[in-house]
T-cell receptor, first 115, second 115 residues
Framework: GNSVTQMEGPVTLSEEAFLTINCTYTATGYPSLFWYVQYPGEGLQLLLK?????DKGSNKGFEATYRKETTSFHLEKGSVQVSDSAVYFCALSDQSRGSNYKLTFGKGTLLTVNP | NAGVTQTPKFQVLKTGQSMTLQCAQDMNHNSMYWYRQDPGMGLRLIYYSASEGTTDKGEVPNGYNVSRLNKREFSLRLESAAPSQTSVYFC??????????????FGDGTRLSIL
């Protein structure tokens, strides 16, 4: 079956520090990959996505590259802000016929950015 | 744009009581999903509806029932609430089979406590 493993948190950084949150996956087919962000008290919002190998998703200064050879989709940002404090979820969507495009989520990584 | 709307936002129940969580989307999406979020567990799929008129079990369906009332609405029912069902419940929707590689859109959640 499909699975997603992401680095356990919590992660605490100072403002302007470099961020990496690791994510690796196991999938039987050719999944699409997503990063979602959840701010306190809110639902999940799509942060970025990549649909095939070597694609790079980017949004709001965050980037992640779909690496088929290492089955990874690590999230990076060059300079974090206090407003980036949130829980980040890596997820994959099975694109094979009959999968109904269900999402499989990692357990989430809590990021806290201090001023 | 409303997107995905969940009601209620908060609810406290006693063990054995029943209730229905409501979800509606205004994006003309085909597929809808119910998840529960528990600390350290990420999001786990309870039930989903790939299209109007169909429903299927997800990873943790026991103790729940669902109804896809029409294309817009997808409700989750707890027939006899148990303390183990204390959680945050999220509804999501996506274009599903109609458009590949599309993300799921989430509501803000229902925080449910069962005493």
């Amino acid at each position: 079956g499909n699975s997603v493993t992401q680095m356990e948190g919590p992660v605490t950084l100072s403002e302007e520090a470099f961020l990496t949150i690791n994510c690796t996956y196991t999938a039987t087919g050719y999944p699409s990959l997503f990063w979602y962000v959840q701010y306190p008290g809110e639902g999940l919002q799509l942060l970025l996505k990549a649909t095939k190998a070597d694609d790079k998703g980017s949004n709001k200064g965050f980037e992640a590259t779909y690496r088929k050879e290492t089955t990874s989709f690590h999230l990076e940002k060059g300079s974090v802000q206090v407003s980036d404090s949130a829980v980040y979820f890596c997820a994959l969507s099975d694109q094979s016929r009959g999968s109904n495009y269900k999402l499989t989520f990692g357990k989430g990584t809590l990021l806290t950015v201090n001023p | 744009n409303a997107g995905v709307t969940q009601t209620p936002k908060f609810q406290v129940l006693k063990t054995g009581q029943s209730m229905t969580l409501q979800c509606a989307q205004d994006m003309n999406h085909n597929s809808m999903y119910w998840y529960r979020q528990d600390p350290g567990m990420g999001l786990r799929l309870i039930y989903y509806s790939a299209s109007e008129g169909t429903t299927d079990k997800g990873e943790v369906p026991n103790g729940y029932n669902v109804s896809r009332l029409n294309k817009r609405e997808f409700s989750l029912r707890l027939e006899s609430a148990a303390p183990s069902q204390t959680s945050v419940y999220f509804c999501a929707s996506s274009a599903g089979w109609a458009v590949s590689n599309q993300p799921q859109h989430f509501g803000d959640g229902t925080r449910l406590s069962i005493l």
